[in-house]
C-alpha cells in the first residue's frame, strides 16, 4: 500500500521541488557506474554521506546536506521522489521558493542529527533524501490533515485506488517508523528511522507558527482540515477494449 498522488493542487509552478527531484536523479545517474563497483562506491560514501564516527572525529559536517542527495540505489531513489513529488509541491506553494529550500535542507539536517546522536560512533553511511521528505510530510500534515490521498493497495492479484485523509496515511507512515525505530538494532544498518521521525518531527515545529499564523485550529475549522482551495477530482478512463459477454 503505497500513495500515488493527492488531490491538492498547488497553484504556481513547483520550481525548487522539481529542481531538488532533478538533482537527486542527475547524483543517482553519476553514481550509478560506482554501483557495480565495490571500491568506488565505498570511497564515495567515505566522502560524501553522513557517517557518524567520522563526524564525532572532527570530520565532515557538511555531509548532514550531501548525503540526502544520495540514494542507495533505484528503488530507494524512486520511492523518495514520488513522495516529494506528492508532498513538496504543495508546501512550496504555501511557503514560497525560498522558504521551502531553507525548510527542506533543514529538516533533511535535523533528520541526520537525530541518526547521529542515536549511535556517534556508528561507521555505516547514511544516505537518501527520506528525512527531508518526512519534513514535508510532517507539515503537510499540520496544514492540510483531511487532504486526499489516492492510496494504490495491491493484494497478490488485486489491485485497487481509494482516496484516504492525510492524517490516516501520514499517520500510519509515522507509527510504522516508531515500531521500526523501536525494533531496529542501532548501528545496524538498514532504514534510519530515527532521521524519519527527527526529520518528520521538525517539519511540524517549524511549520507550526505559520500554522499559528493562519488561525491554528479556527484555520482547521474554515478549510475542515482540506486545502483552502478546490481539491482536484479524478476520473479513471474506462478501458477500450470490448466485453465479450460468455456464451451460456
Known amino acids: 500500500m503505497f500513495p500515488i498522488r493527492d488531490h491538492n493542487p498547488s497553484r504556481r509552478p513547483a520550481y525548487v521541488t522539481y529542481g531538488i527531484m532533478a538533482l537527486n536523479i542527475a547524483v543517482f545517474l553519476a553514481m550509478l557506474p560506482a554501483y557495480s563497483n565495490d571500491a ?6 567515505a566522502n560524501w554521506a553522513l557517517v557518524p564516527a567520522r563526524v564525532s572525529s572532527g570530520d ?9 542527495f544520495m540514494h542507495a540505489g533505484f528503488m530507494h531513489l ?18 514560497g521558493h525560498g522558504k521551502f529550500l531553507g525548510f527542506y535542507l533543514f529538516c533533511g539536517a535535523i533528520a541526520g542529527l537525530a541518526q547521529f546522536l542515536a549511535d556517534p560512533s556508528a561507521r555505516v553511511p547514511m544516505v537518501g533524501a527520506s528525512g527531508a521528505i518526512a519534513g514535508v510530510m510532517g507539515a503537510y500534515l499540520l496544514l492540510y490533515p483531511k487532504a486526499k490521498i489516492d492510496i494504490l ?3 497478490i492479484i488485486f489491485f485497487k485506488i ?3 485523509p492525510a492524517w490516516v496515511m501520514l499517520g500510519l507512515w509515522a507509527l510504522m517508523q516508531i515500531v521500526g525505530g523501536v525494533s531496529a538494532t542501532s548501528g545496524s544498518g538498514g532504514v534510519a528511522y530515527l532521521a524519519h521521525l527527527g526529520g518528520f518531527i521538525a517539519g511540524i515545529v517549524v511549520i507550526y507558527p505559520k500554522w499559528m499564523a493562519l488561525g491554528g485550529r479556527q ?6 482540515g482540506h486545502p483552502p482551495h478546490p ?18
Not at 60 to 68: D, E, K, L, P, R
Open 231 to 248: 481539491e482536484a477530482q479524478y476520473q479513471f478512463v474506462k478501458s477500450s477494449v470490448p466485453i465479450v459477454k460468455r456464451r451460456k
Open 78 to 95: 524512486a520511492g523518495n521522489m514520488l513522495f516529494l513529488w506528492i508532498f513538496g509541491d504543495n508546501l512550496e506553494d504555501e511557503l
Open 153 to 155: 493497495l495491491i493484494l
Open 60 to 68: 565532515g559536517a557538511y555531509t548532514f546536506f550531501s548525503s540526502i
Open 219 to 224: 484555520y482547521w475549522n474554515r478549510t475542515f
Open 40 to 45: 568506488t562506491l565505498y570511497d564515495i560514501y
Open 162 to 164: 481509494f482516496p484516504v
